[in-house]
């Protein structure tokens, strides 16, 4: 059945760095489109990141570019997230997202928290 598991979520302090990663399985990991969400306590879930199917084109959202960087690995089905310079207003779980046509799938998420 098709998963989605993220790790690497921590608690780091203000400045910090983590690298969060995303194993997929049971679907064509690299005909999907890819994304990580967040969402904050009494926040709606919010875009952070998206990447297309081969790596080739990536988006951000404005509060995060030019700290974080997502990527993945097609031959190992993997979705990562390098973020840097981490914010308090980083803390969220995080989770990951594959999408192709109406097929949409959503990790359980991992907890990041950033302390000041």
């Known amino acids: 059945q098709v998963q989605l598991v993220e790790s690497g979520g921590a608690l780091v302090q203000a400045g910090g760095s983590l690298r969060l990663s995303c194993a997929a399985s049971?679907?064509?990991?690299?005909?999907?489109?890819m994304s990580w969400y967040r969402q904050a306590p009494g926040k709606e879930r919010e875009l952070v990141a998206a990447?297309?199917?081969?790596?080739?084109?990536?988006n951000y959202a404005a509060s995060v570019k030019g700290r974080f960087t997502i990527s993945r690995d097609n031959a190992k089905n993997t979705l990562y997230l390098q973020m840097n310079s981490l914010k308090s207003e980083d803390t969220a779980v995080y989770y990951c997202?594959?999408?192709?046509?109406?097929?949409?799938?959503w990790g359980q998420g991992t907890q990041v928290t950033v302390s000041s």
């Open positions: 990447i297309s199917t081969t790596g080739g084109s990536t």
């Open positions: 049971g679907f064509t990991f690299s005909t999907y489109g």
């Open positions: 997202n594959a999408i192709r046509n109406w097929l949409d799938y």
